[in-house]
Each structure stands twice: as structure tokens, then as C-alpha cells.
């Protein structure tokens, strides 16, 4: 260092004086900082929203196939039988004969599916929803089905291709006919909920020893013949 950069201060009138410029200065400081706000200000919380795994309004173009649209949030729709198309922002299959599974890998096993199911006043009917799938002959449906009588919903678990019901209810579901309602699908590890509401009208079924844990593939099948008509779906979306 130079020493003439250096600042001895031998007099104690000097290093007096000294010490009142740097008081001074940090006086000035001071009344500075006092004008501004307080940095621990509370600042508005923002709520943030849900975190998608999987989410898709299916907002597209009429008669987009289903495998050709791109979806919100997800990897897109893989189809089995490329008959599912957007019809008035919703999927749905329009021709008369076919079956269509569309499914989209979540990524995650566990949570909530919410899907809006629009079902036809007809007096047969079905629509499926599938979750923690593997294929067609090893996956889990919540079904809402119309054979004749009255409508019914059941959670069906599908092994080797053979069905097991594991939760039905038919009494009482006449609501569910040609209106619009929401499907919610708990899951947590191996306990299952899943609840169908329209309007004030809403049903329940549980399972708690489900199996396939692991699987995270989701979607919906779609099926039609010269008596069954198939609903849309609308809204489909799992969240954490």
C-alpha cells in the first residue's frame, strides 16, 4: 500500500473529529433507510392452482381424432380403435359399432381423477372410465351403464380379461339419464373412491384392497352398437 493513502490520526482532536464524520454518515444512512418501507412487509399470497398430471378440455376442431389432439396437459391420447373424435369440445364417438380406449400415461398411480361424463336419454348406455391401467384385459373401470332398466354405476376390476365387481349401486339413479355429471376417483395406494354427482344427486363406492399400485396409465372407453349409445366426456383431469 502507498503510504500516502494512509490516514494516521495521531491527535485525539483529529481522531475526534474523525469518528463524528463517520457518525454523521451513518446517521444519514439511517434516516435514509427510515423513509423506505420495511422489508418484512407482507405481500399478498397468490394461490396457486392445482398440479395436473394429466388434464384435457379437448378444445379442438370437430371430427379431430382423438390421437391426433393435443391435450392440455399429458403426453396425449393413445387409441385402440382411432373412432373417438372432438365433437362440440368434447370427445366422443359417432359412429354406431365401434369400441375406442383412449389412454395417456399420468406418470403417477395415485390421485384424484375427475372426469365429466354427458350421457344420452337413451335406455341403453355405457361409459367407462379406467384408471391404473395396464391393457384392456388388466385395468380398473368406473362404470355408468343403462341395460334396459334403470341405470347403475359399479367400479370393476378387469384380470386376465375376466371381470370382478367390486362395488355397485342401481337403486335410486334415474338422475343420471340424460344428464351431465362428474365422476371423481380417489386413489390412494389400495384404497379406491369413486363418486358420480349431478346436481344434488350423487352416489358412492369404495374399495380398499386394490390392487396395481404402480400403475399410472388413465383414460376412458367409448362403446357403440345398433342398441348401446355411448356418452361424451368432458373435463378430464388428475391432480396430485
Not at 99 to 112: P, Q, S, W, Y
Request: one cysteine or more; hydrophobic letters at 35%.
Amino acid at each position: 500500500m502507498n503510504p500516502r493513502s494512509r490516514i494516521i490520526l495521531t491527535n485525539p482532536i483529529q481522531r475526534k473529529g474523525w469518528r463524528s464524520k463517520l457518525l454523521n454518515r451513518r446517521r444519514g444512512v439511517l434516516a435514509l433507510w427510515g423513509g423506505l418501507a420495511p422489508l418484512t412487509q407482507t405481500m399478498p399470497v397468490v394461490a396457486s392452482g392445482p398440479t395436473y398430471y394429466l388434464h384435457d378440455t379437448f378444445t379442438d376442431t370437430n371430427s379431430t381424432s382423438l390421437s391426433a389432439h393435443t391435450m392440455d396437459t399429458g403426453p396425449g391420447w393413445s387409441s385402440s380403435g382411432s373412432a373417438a373424435i372432438i365433437n362440440s369440445n368434447r370427445a366422443d364417438i359417432t359412429s354406431t359399432g365401434v369400441v375406442d380406449r383412449l389412454t395417456a400415461n399420468a406418470g403417477h398411480a395415485d390421485g384424484t381423477l375427475m372426469v365429466d361424463c354427458v350421457i344420452p336419454n337413451e335406455t341403453t348406455y355405457y361409459q367407462g372410465i379406467l384408471f391404473r391401467s395396464i391393457d384392456a384385459n388388466n385395468e380398473w373401470r368406473f362404470v355408468v351403464e343403462r341395460d334396459g332398466a334403470g341405470p347403475y354405476v359399479a367400479m370393476v376390476e378387469f384380470q386376465t380379461g375376466a371381470q370382478t365387481v367390486r362395488a355397485t349401486e342401481a337403486t335410486g339413479l334415474s338422475w343420471i339419464t340424460g344428464a351431465t355429471g362428474t365422476a371423481t376417483i380417489t386413489l390412494a395406494g389400495t384404497s379406491i373412491s369413486c363418486t358420480y354427482t349431478s346436481g344434488a344427486n350423487t352416489v358412492t363406492l369404495t374399495y380398499s384392497s386394490a390392487q396395481w399400485q404402480t400403475e399410472t396409465y388413465f383414460g376412458f372407453y367409448q362403446y357403440t352398437n345398433t342398441s348401446y349409445k355411448s356418452g361424451q366426456i368432458d373435463n378430464f383431469s388428475l391432480v396430485q
